[in-house]
């Protein structure tokens, strides 16, 4: 056999040997976020800022930061909404609260680059949404005085569902 023909032999049982290990993986599963439960969480979590005289925007995003559900109230202001998206996809994309990434930013020089990546807010009011330990999305919310009330009514929206989450 010529060295050329050896090794193209070569080359098709190596890729033969991939396709067979391909073959026999595993089909990934993943939990995701459904429109009907984004909608009621992102209309419990507006009703839960509005029992404060709280006038805020809820964006509801899938395990990829994909939006699923937007609500926002009568006199929300205009930037709420995408505030509220960034803080969604920031909770979704880490996995963690954007208030307790925020404040790890601000004690940690290197995490501050946190707020470079593009799409990512760095305040409180994102909080991921999980069915056991998985996150599934988030809910992130703009417009209360503050990321921390931000991150109580997302927290309550996500509670009103919470038998649902499983």
Do not use: W
């Amino acid at each position: 056999m010529s060295i050329s023909r050896l090794s193209i032999t070569s080359c098709l049982a190596a890729a033969g040997l991939s396709l067979a290990s391909a073959a026999g993986a595993q089909v990934l599963s993943e939990r995701n976020m459904p429109m009907s439960l984004a909608q009621e969480i992102a209309q419990a979590t507006v009703a839960a800022c509005a029992a404060k005289n709280f006038n805020v925007t809820a964006t509801v995003v899938d395990r990829a930061g994909i939006v699923r559900a937007v609500l926002r109230a009568d006199r929300a202001g205009p930037h709420t909404v995408d505030a509220s998206r960034a803080k969604a996809y920031t909770a979704a994309s880490a996995r963690t609260a954007t208030g307790a990434i925020a404040e790890n930013a601000e004690r940690n020089p290197a995490a501050r680059h946190l707020a470079s990546i593009q799409g990512f807010l760095l305040l409180g009011g994102g909080v991921p949404v999980k069915v056991g330990d998985e996150v599934i999305g988030a809910v992130g919310v703009g417009g209360a005085p503050g990321g921390h009330l931000d991150e109580e009514c997302a927290n309550a929206g996500i509670e009103a569902v919470k038998a649902k989450l499983r």
